[in-house]
């Protein structure tokens, strides 16, 4: 999330085939992280696609997969195990130009997530970041929403940490969120991670995400916008939505967009045809009809969600069957446990007893 936005916005549009895409302006994170190894690191961007030119157009998009894959990698080859928190704890809201200011003007905490929730498609699609308000806390959620595009364990510190030290520079820099959930496991990595956040920080959940408390939300920033000026905050949004252009879209396939919604709601809620349906501004006859149209059912295409997720979640170290059974929407582990014997011909215990070749596609 860096960049200069004196360059002119480019119209390039996402791919509509369903493939995640992100603002190259994330680039500027990970090479400002590793300033120090110099240009070592371009034949590594080379490798995914990209290169040190275009921090001049940092509006045009690139797959959401090759940027995710060139962090890990980059990890990987200089050694740096917490690149991504390195790239969030580096973060600045100087560079994000205009956002800065609405950002400040959003007046509290709230109000400036509020409007990166906004933001998010037009930044980096095929991602998950929502809210979901309780009595005393808001938890905000943030999840590539494609299971392919995995490892991504420093895509998910460096967005977390990120929007940490985002709150610190609008707040107080003794801030601290009431808890920190990854998607990945977190062992051997408890002493750092604790330390950046200043909070619990727990692994293997649902979704990576910020549990903060509501005072601390609606706090109003010290230095706030006066009320009379309260339409400096319309103006910039207004500017800044039309600047980042339309919201990408997925592929026009009804069976893609009912998967899409099927995988941002799984696990988060009671996942049905009829609000599928509603989702999609269609009535559940049509879905269903639409669906038929396209040769598959949406009883096909949940339970190829669920399988699909399964493996995936069950190939990750240190996961359980209760958080496993949470994630797919399933009640209790006996009925995910019956479930995946039906797909896989083996158990949920079985299948995480076999060696690591026969892991990736069980039969």
């Known amino acids: 999330m860096a960049g200069s936005f004196d360059t002119p916005l480019l119209t390039t549009s996402p791919s509509r085939s369903g493939t995640g895409t992100i603002r190259l302006l994330f680039l500027k994170a990970l090479l400002d992280?590793?300033?120090?190894?110099?240009?070592?690191?371009?034949?590594?961007?080379?490798?995914?696609g990209m290169f040190r030119s275009q921090l001049d157009t940092p509006y045009e998009f690139v797959p959401l997969h090759r940027y995710v894959a060139l962090v890990e990698q980059a990890s990987r080859k200089f050694h740096r195990p917490h690149l991504g928190l390195e790239m969030g704890a580096t973060f600045g809201l100087a560079e994000l130009g205009p956002f800065y200011a609405l950002l400040r003007a959003s007046g509290t905490l709230r109000?400036?997530?509020?409007?990166?929730?906004?933001?998010?498609?037009?930044?980096q699609s095929r991602t998950l970041f929502d809210s979901r308000i309780d009595p005393d806390t808001t938890t905000y959620s943030y999840r590539i929403e494609d299971e392919g595009v995995w490892p991504r364990l420093q895509d998910s510190e460096f967005a977390i940490s990120g929007y940490v030290n985002l709150a610190r520079q609008l707040t107080s820099a003794k801030w601290a969120p009431a808890a920190v959930h990854f998607e990945h496991s977190i062992t051997g990595r408890e002493e750092r991670l604790s330390h950046y956040f200043r909070a619990p920080v727990l692994g293997n959940q649902l979704a990576n995400a910020l549990v903060i408390r509501n005072e601390d939300l609606d706090q109003p920033f010290a230095s706030a916008v006066p009320s009379e000026d309260v339409k400096l905050r319309t103006i910039l949004e207004w500017h800044l939505l039309d600047l980042m252009g339309p919201e990408s879209t997925p592929s026009e396939s009804f069976?893609?967009?009912?998967?899409?919604?099927?995988?941002?709601?799984?696990?988060?809620?009671?996942?049905?045809?009829?609000?599928?349906?509603?989702?999609?501004?269609?009535?559940?006859?049509?879905?269903?009809?639409?669906?038929?149209?396209?040769?598959?059912s949406f009883r096909e295409l949940l339970q190829a969600t669920r399988q699909d997720r399964a493996q995936t979640i069950l190939s990750k170290p240190?996961?359980?069957?209760?958080?496993?059974?949470?994630?797919?929407g399933y009640s209790d582990?006996?009925?995910?446990?019956?479930?995946?014997?039906?797909?896989?011909?083996?158990?949920?215990?079985?299948?995480?007893?076999?060696?690591?070749?026969?892991?990736?596609?069980p039969v």
């Not at 109000?111 to 930044?123: D, T």
């Open 33 to 48: 992280a590793l300033a120090d190894v110099g240009r070592q690191v371009d034949p590594l961007l080379r490798e995914h």
């Open 333 to 361: 582990t006996a009925a995910f446990s019956r479930a995946f014997k039906d797909w896989t011909g083996v158990s949920p215990g079985r299948f995480l007893r076999k060696p690591e070749d026969e892991m990736a596609s």
């Open 318 to 328: 240190g996961i359980s069957l209760a958080v496993a059974a949470e994630q797919l």
């Open 111 to 123: 109000g400036a997530l509020n409007y990166l929730v906004l933001f998010q498609s037009r930044l």
């Open 255 to 296: 069976v893609s967009l009912t998967k899409d919604v099927i995988a941002r709601w799984l696990g988060r809620t009671h996942v049905d045809c009829a609000t599928v349906a509603a989702e999609l501004k269609l009535s559940e006859r049509s879905l269903r009809r639409r669906l038929t149209e396209e040769g598959t």
